[in-house]
DNA sequence: AGCCCCCTGTTAACCGGTAAAGCTGTAATT
DNA sequence: AATTACAGCTTTACCGGTTAACAGGGGGCT
C-alpha cells in the first residue's frame, strides 16, 4: 500500500540488465550502438520493473520537451459554453498525440497574464513552444513573445499576427460569400451581430460585409460588436428586430449567439425562416440540434486545430513553413435560411 | 532577431550579481540564509537578465512538479459538443491558476490508453498527481492506478472510485428529486434518457429513477441508455414519442439530448411543456438559449472543478481528506417543464 | 580575551537522464 | 601477421537547479 516512494530509475534498469546507464539510453532512444539482444533484455527489465525515463531529467540534458502550452484568455463562462474551443483542442491534441506530446493548458484573464505566462514557461522550459489565438490589432503579445524568442504558431491572419507564422481562415472572403448568399434569396436589408471589436478577426470580417453590401447595392448595414456570449446576442438580435427598419437577415459570428438570436426570434413572435433568415458561424454541432436547424458558414475546427498543431511542429523542426491557409468556411444551408419575405 | 538561442540559467545572475547560484536559489525561494540587501540585488539583476528558474531543473532536483494531469475518454465531438467539460476544466484551472500550477491535457481512445497515459506521465514524473473521470462499474483504473502509487483524486460515488479520495454528487437524489417534481405536477409516464450504461453514475441515477417511480406508484418507466450526444439523444426522443403509451415527461442526462429532444418534439408536432415535459441535465448555459428555455437539475460545474482541484492539492500535500460531496444539482424550473396535459 | 552563536554566504554533492569521447574484441583488409 | 574498421559498450562530463554541510566574521556575554 501507499507506494514504496522508491521510485525506480535508469540505474536501477541497468544494474539488473547488466549493462550502463548509457547503453539503457542508447536502447531506449533506439540508436545504434546495442545489439538487438541487448536492446531486447533492457526493455525487458524496464518492463519488469516497471520504469520509464523521466522526462523531467530527459528534458535537462537534451534541451527538448514534449509539451506545447496554450493560454485560453475568455471568460470562463464563455469557454464552457463555445463549442469551438473543445473542438480546437481536440483537433490539436490528435496531432499532438501521435507524437505523444502533451498539451498544458491555461486559462487567463487578460493579455499581460499571458505574456506574463509565455515568459514563465518559456524560461522555465516548460514548453517547446506555443500556439497563439484570439489576436487583436497590434496586439501586444506580438512584440513582447518574438522579444522572448519562443517559437509559436499563431492562429490568426498573417496581418495581425507579425513575425509568427501564421494559420488562418479568409474570414474576409467567407463572409462575402454569407452576404452574396442572402441577397440572391432576394435580402436587402442584411445586419451581422459580430465579435468584440477589438479581436482581429472581427474586424475583419466587418471590413468585408460593410464593403460586399456596398459593391451588392444593398441598403447601408447594421453591424453589432458584442462579447460573443448568448446574452449578448440576445440583445443584439432584439435591437435589430425592434428597429423601423428591421432586417430580414442577420449574420451571426457565432454559433452560440445565432441559436440565442433564434430564440430571441420566436418569443418576438417572428418565424425563422419565413419571416426572418439566420446565418450562424463555425458550425458547430450545436446548428444540428436547434429547431429549425441553423445554416451556418461552416468550418472544420477541428481540423484546424490539427494543422495549427502540424504547422507548430513544423516550427519546431526549425521548417521554415509560410502562413497555412486553411480552407475557406463554406456555407451549409439548413432549415434557419429561405428567400426574403415578399420575394 | 531569431533568439540567440543562449537561455540565461541561474549561474548568468550569480555570477552578474556577484554571488554564488546556491545564493540565487535561496533567495528566489524565499530561504533564509540571505540578507535583504543581495535578495534585491539578485531580484534585479534576474529581472533585468529575464531569468526565471527552469522548471526542468528544478523538479529534477527538488522532486517536485507543479503540473496535474487530466486524460478526458470521450469521443472528440462529444467533447468539442458537451459544455460540461470547458466548464470544469475551468474550475479546475482557477485553483491551479492561483498556485501556478498547470494543467497537462490529453484525449485518449480508451481505458488501456489512459492507463498507459497515466503511466506514462507518472512514471516520467511530469504530473504530481491527476484528476480522474467519467468512472465505471468495477473501472479497470482503480487497481491499476493504485499499484503506480499516483496521488490522485476521482470524480465520482465513492462506491466506484476505489481507494482514490472522491468527489461527486448527490446523483440518486437529485434523480429522485427530479422525479418527484414531475410527479406533483402530474405525470404519471416519466420516461429518461440516460447515458452510457456502464459509466458508473449512469447507473446510479438508473437504479434511482426506477427505484423513485416505484415508490411513487407511477406507471413503470421507460429508460433509454445512449451515448450522451445529440443524435442519440434525439433518437431515444423519437422512440418515446412513437410510443403507443408516450412519457408526458422526459428527464435526459445532460443539455445537449434535452436541447436535441426538445428539437425533436416540435418536429413532431408536440408543444413543449404543454403537451410534454423536458428535463435537462447539468444546466449549462445551453438551457438558456433555447426557445422555451430548459428546466434543469442544475449544478456548478465550475465550483465542481473547483473543489475537484481542491481536494487534488490536499492528497498531494499529505492532507488525509476524506470523499467530498458537493451539493446536489437542484432544480431550476424554467419554460420546459408544466403540468401533464389534462392536469 | 575567549567563547559561542547567529547571520550570511559558499561549496559540493546530488537529481536522472543524454551525448560525446573512449575503450574493447572481433572481423575484414592488405 | 599487422593494420584497420567497426559494432557494442562504458566512462564521464554535463544540463540547471536544490540542499546539506561547512566557513567566515561580527556582536554579545562572561
Redesign the interface.
Known amino acids: 500500500m ?4 522508491e ?2 530509475t535508469i540505474k536501477d534498469v541497468a544494474a539488473r540488465a547488466g549493462v550502463s546507464k548509457g547503453a539503457v539510453s542508447l536502447a531506449f532512444n533506439h540508436k545504434p550502438g546495442v545489439s538487438e539482444a541487448t536492446r531486447e533484455r533492457i526493455f525487458a527489465v524496464a518492463r519488469e520493473l ?11 540534458s537534451s534541451q527538448r ?1 514534449d ?1 506545447v502550452g496554450l493560454a485560453l484568455c475568455r471568460p ?2 464563455l ?9 480546437f ?3 490539436i ?2 496531432v ?2 501521435e507524437r ?1 506530446c ?7 484573464r487578460d493579455l499581460d497574464e499571458e505574456i506574463a505566462l509565455y ?3 518559456w ?4 514548453i517547446a513552444g506555443a500556439i497563439l489565438v484570439d489576436f487583436r490589432e497590434d496586439d501586444p503579445r506580438v512584440p513582447a513573445l518574438h522579444r ?3 517559437p509559436a504558431v499563431a492562429v490568426g491572419h498573417p496581418r495581425l499576427t507579425g513575425t509568427f507564422p501564421a494559420v488562418w481562415t479568409d474570414d474576409a472572403s467567407a463572409t462575402a460569400e454569407a452576404v452574396r448568399y442572402l441577397a440572391a434569396l432576394g435580402h436587402r436589408r442584411i445586419a451581422r451581430v459580430g465579435g468584440p471589436a477589438d479581436l482581429g478577426h472581427s474586424a475583419i470580417r466587418t471590413r468585408a460585409f460593410a464593403d460586399t453590401v456596398r459593391e451588392l447595392g444593398l441598403e447601408e448595414a447594421r453591424q453589432i460588436a458584442t462579447g460573443f ?2 446574452k449578448e446576442g ?1 440583445r443584439a438580435t432584439r435591437t435589430l428586430l425592434l428597429a423601423a427598419d428591421r432586417p430580414t437577415a442577420i449574420v451571426y459570428d457565432n454559433d ?1 449567439m445565432a ?2 438570436g ?2 430571441v426570434a ?2 418576438m413572435g417572428f418565424t425563422v425562416p419565413d419571416d426572418l433568415s439566420l446565418l450562424a458561424w463555425d458550425d ?3 446548428c ?4 429549425p ?1 441553423l445554416s451556418a458558414m461552416s468550418h472544420d ?2 481540423h484546424f486545430g490539427a494543422e495549427v498543431a502540424r504547422v507548430l511542429f513544423d516550427v519546431l523542426n526549425g521548417v521554415h513553413t509560410g502562413g497555412h491557409q486553411v480552407p475557406t468556411p463554406s456555407l451549409t444551408p439548413r432549415g434557419s435560411t429561405a428567400p426574403a419575405p415578399g420575394v
Open positions: 501507499s507506494g514504496t516512494g521510485r525506480v516497471g520504469w520509464a525515463p523521466s522526462a523531467t531529467a530527459r528534458s535537462l520537451v509539451i470562463a463562462r469557454l464552457g459554453l463555445e463549442p469551438f474551443y473543445m473542438d483542442i481536440s483537433g491534441e490528435s499532438l498525440a505523444s502533451s498539451l498544458l493548458l491555461r486559462l487567463v515568459q514563465e514557461w524560461r522555465g522550459r516548460m522572448l524568442g519562443m456570449d448568448e440576445a452560440i441559436v440565442a433564434a430564440g420566436a418569443e458547430s454541432q450545436l444540428r440540434i436547434t429547431h436547424t475546427v477541428h
